[in-house]
């Protein structure tokens, strides 16, 4: 099993840093990769190449929170799209934070595998809320989209999760869920703080 680590630093103090493991998963070759990365770099690093991710990647990157002394650091690891290492992988997807499932608008099977990703994640975290969104990349490819917009909706809500769009190659529409998924990270590490303080 191959993982490679990535640490993007952001030279920025705040009060308090929260910790969130993002799993980001899918078939191959929908650009989950490609996502990351425009996120990482802020919209200045899309592969021209395509690269097969082997196991896992595993980067990091602050977020700050809005109106907030505060930033969460989200753990992404970008699992492989490719079925050979889902036994290996079961372990990494114990403990997850956050959920990014990434579908390709141009092959209806992305979404397929998505959906059995995702349950088999949820499988390995039972009784446990993990907010997550399903995430529809490549919609720059106008002319080749065969998957609309509400059937990605309608399987984002039968999944409990949040529907977004995107494009990878455009950085359109990239940085949105990240944002979304950190601050619900802030709000997890909140409630249970205020937990803790009942039981005080």
Not at 41 to 59: D, R, V, W
Not at 134 to 155: Q, Y
């Amino acid at each position: 099993m191959y993982f490679t680590t990535i640490f993007v630093f952001m030279f920025t103090e705040f009060l308090h840093t929260y910790r969130g493991k993002l799993v980001v998963v899918g078939d191959w070759g929908v650009g989950k990769t490609s996502v990351v990365q425009q996120f990482l770099t802020n919209g200045t690093a899309f592969p021209k190449n395509y690269s097969m991710t082997l196991g896992a990647e595993i980067s990091t990157k602050q977020v700050k929170i809005p109106e907030q002394d505060e930033s969460v650091e989200l753990v992404i690891i970008d699992c492989s799209g490719k079925e050979v290492y889902n036994d290996l992988l079961g372990s990494i997807w114990e403990n997850a934070s956050l959920l990014l499932a990434v579908v390709d608008v141009t092959r209806e099977d992305s979404y397929k595998r998505a959906k059995t990703v995702i349950e088999q994640v949820k499988a390995k975290n039972p009784d446990k809320r993990i907010p997550g969104i399903v995430l529809a990349n490549k919609t720059d490819l106008i002319n080749r989209r065969v998957v609309s917009s509400k059937v990605g909706s309608d399987l984002a809500v039968h999944l409990g999760l949040l529907y977004f769009e995107a494009s990878a190659k455009d950085n359109s529409g990239i940085e949105e869920p990240f944002f979304y998924l950190a601050n619900e990270c802030h709000k997890l590490h909140a409630e249970t703080a205020s937990s803790m303080a009942d039981f005080a």
